[in-house]
């Protein structure tokens, strides 16, 4: 059974950082695409970024630039850097994972098989 576990999460101020990671337990899939999503209250969830198997990565146009994700495999773990982090940031994170060897940011979250419970990060100004 495949499991995802988010960590990191927090509260800044505007311009600062944080790092999630997502542990993934079970996945024994040779290819695999991961991504990290975002919901804000009152908002439907949206891609943030995500990596594919052979590592091309994909950002929404609103964190280009200031987030990065990467992952390690020795450490099956995901991780998202985030910097110069603004308000509009502040949402709850999940990470995604899922069995289809090309993946984008803007994927729909359904196309998604597994999920974390998610980690909340909030920005103030």
């Known amino acids: 059974q495949v499991q995802l576990v988010e960590s990191g999460g927090g509260s800044v101020q505007a311009g600062g950082s944080l790092r999630l990671s997502c542990s993934f337990f079970?996945?024994?899939?040779?290819?695999?695409?991961m991504g990290w999503f975002r919901q804000a209250p009152g908002k439907e969830r949206e891609g943030v970024a995500a990596?594919?198997?052979?590592?091309?990565?994909s950002y929404a146009d609103s964190v280009k630039g200031r987030f990065t994700i990467s992952q390690d495999n020795a450490k099956n773990t995901l991780y998202l850097q985030m910097n110069s982090l603004k308000p509009e940031d502040t949402a709850m994170y999940y990470c995604?994972?899922?069995?289809?060897?090309?993946?984008?940011?803007?994927?729909?979250?359904?196309?998604?098989?597994?999920w974390g419970q998610g980690t909340q990060v909030t920005v103030s100004s």
């Open positions: 990596i594919d198997s052979d590592g091309s990565t």
């Open positions: 995604a994972a899922d069995y289809r060897d090309k993946c984008y940011y803007s994927d729909y979250p359904y196309e998604y098989h597994y």
């Open positions: 079970g996945y024994t899939y040779s290819s695999y695409c």
